[in-house]
């Protein structure tokens, strides 16, 4: 599916299968200049901002239809190769994002330009890695100009989230799937104790600007105000410090570790395999990865990436996912020091990430951003969640596994009398007692040849390689 953005007066973007193009109405307000391409070319080539070559507007490709305006340029990029969104993201990718914008903001500063916006939705992740993807987000800045256009933004969609997300413990993608443009100072306001207002950091990002828009009721902005006689030095100095001073409010609000949970602690606590279980998947995991040398993997319910790694380091581009925040926290952490090809998101297998925004055309599915990307799936101490937390019958489990891989899917059995089925299931438990390792086999055969099995050392668990038959 071909999808745009639109939102910019200036000019759209189209999203195709391969390549995305850019384009920019006779009405953006300035080319670039000679100091700006060349800053744009050296951040290209250090990874920060999304590479671009232009294209003559006049082909005939580039239009979407009559209604299109007249073109002034036109850029091809490359595509993300699996692109996500802020709902998906953890603390720390977030914080990466925003970092990244900041950073980006005071290069532009340095030639006289600035980022016209400051949105989570202008940053992509390759792997660990972001990169800013809006071509068209420069915009020079007047002489003398104290402040930056975009910092209202920038405190409500980067700024804000952190805050609530430290203080109230609040869901990043509570937030970002309800709030396309963030928060407002009102409303965060509303969502904290009277203490928690009177924090530093909220008192400045919050407190006031609430306060003060309550007491010019009515009133209009004046917009940006620049230093006596147009001092560009001077302005320049003061925007700077004011990009500094909410880089230190971003590392306020955000660790540099991700929290301990119960699920973030389950490889350590040793509770579902013995030391010998435990080698022995690591084992069989490797050698299905040598075998099968896929290009792409996906990992569902990755837990803090034990194997997202090894098949990282086997050479594939691996997603993530996980439902809970903290252990897709500590995986991106990991892949983002170690450089590897991983890009961990977090998501409730049972309910993926829907389309979203106008018509449901700005933000892909998660099912549709998977389709055929991936030659392996690993579900592994996966399944038995799913039939027990989603209740989604073994079936249509497997068929979905089966949509989801071109080749290759690594599984894991976990058997009914299993210590953690047993803790999911409670006093249900009683519904799943037909459930055997003969009807999973079965089922897995409807959809999978089955290539390889390994019982664990320990227990009943099994795991299996299975390739996926032809439709």
């Known amino acids: ?34 100091a700006l391409r060349a800053l744009l070319e050296e951040l290209q080539k250090a990874g920060k901002w999304i590479p671009s070559s ?20 036109a850029w091809i990029h490359p595509r993300i190769f699996f692109p996500s969104y802020a709902h998906e993201w953890s603390q720390g990718m977030l914080l990466c994002a925003a970092r990244l914008t900041l950073e980006l903001n ?92 009177a924090r530093p950091g909220v008192l400045t990002a919050i407190t006031l600007p609430t306060l003060f828009t309550k007491g010019r009721a009515g009133s209009s902005h004046g917009g940006l105000k620049t230093w006596r006689d147009s001092d560009e030095n001077m302005g320049r100095a003061i925007t700077g410090r004011l990009l500094h001073g909410l880089r230190k409010q971003l ?67 691996v997603v993530a996912v996980d439902g809970d925040a903290a252990c897709v926290d500590r995986l991106w952490w990991t892949a983002a020091t170690e450089q590897l090809d991983i890009l961990p998101l977090v998501m409730d297998l049972g309910r993926p990430s829907p389309p979203l925004g106008w018509e449901n055309g700005e933000e892909a599915p998660f099912l549709e951003r998977t389709k055929d990307r991936f030659d392996m799936v690993l579900a592994l101490a996966l399944i038995h969640h799913l039939l027990v937390r989603e209740r989604i019958p073994l079936e249509r489990v497997i068929g979905h596994l089966s949509q989801q891989t071109t080749r290759w899917l690594v599984i894991e059995w976990v058997p009914f009398d299993d ?8 006093p249900n438990a009683h519904l799943y007692a037909g459930l055997t390792v003969a009807s999973f086999e079965q089922a897995l055969e409807a959809q999978f040849d089955i290539v390889a099995r390994r019982r664990l050392d320990g227990g009943d668990r099994c795991l299996y390689l299975a390739s996926r038959r032809p439709a």
């Open 106 to 197: 005071e290069r532009l500063l340095e030639v006289g330009w600035e980022l016209k916006d400051a949105s989570p939705s202008n940053v992509l992740f390759e792997g660990p890695r972001p990169i800013f993807v809006d071509h068209l987000s420069p915009t020079p800045r007047s002489a003398g100009q104290m402040g930056w256009v975009a910092y209202g933004q920038f405190i409500r969609t980067f700024l804000i989230p952190q805050i609530l997300h430290r203080l109230n413990k609040t869901p990043l993608g509570w937030i970002y799937l309800s709030k396309r443009d963030g928060l407002s100072p009102e409303e965060a306001y509303s969502q904290l104790s009277v203490f928690q207002r």
């Open 54 to 73: 232009e294209v003559d507007p006049e082909d005939p490709q580039i239009q979407l239809g009559s209604e299109t305006p007249p073109l002034l340029k």
């Open 251 to 317: 590392d306020r609000w955000v660790s540099q570790t991700a929290p301990d949970t119960a699920w973030s602690q389950y490889d350590q606590a040793g509770e579902s395999y013995s030391p010998g279980g435990l080698r022995a998947k690591e084992g069989f995991i490797q050698e299905s990865l040598e075998r099968c040398t896929p290009k792409a993997v996906l990992d569902l319910g990755c837990n803090t990436g034990r194997f997202s790694r090894l098949a990282a380091k086997a050479g594939a581009r």
């Open 419 to 426: 210590p953690q089925f047993q803790r999911l299931a409670g």
């Open 1 to 34: 599916m071909i999808r745009t953005s639109f939102r910019d007066p200036h000019g759209q973007t189209r999203i195709g299968p391969d390549t995305v193009t850019r384009m920019a109405w006779k009405t953006w307000e300035a080319p670039f200049p000679p």
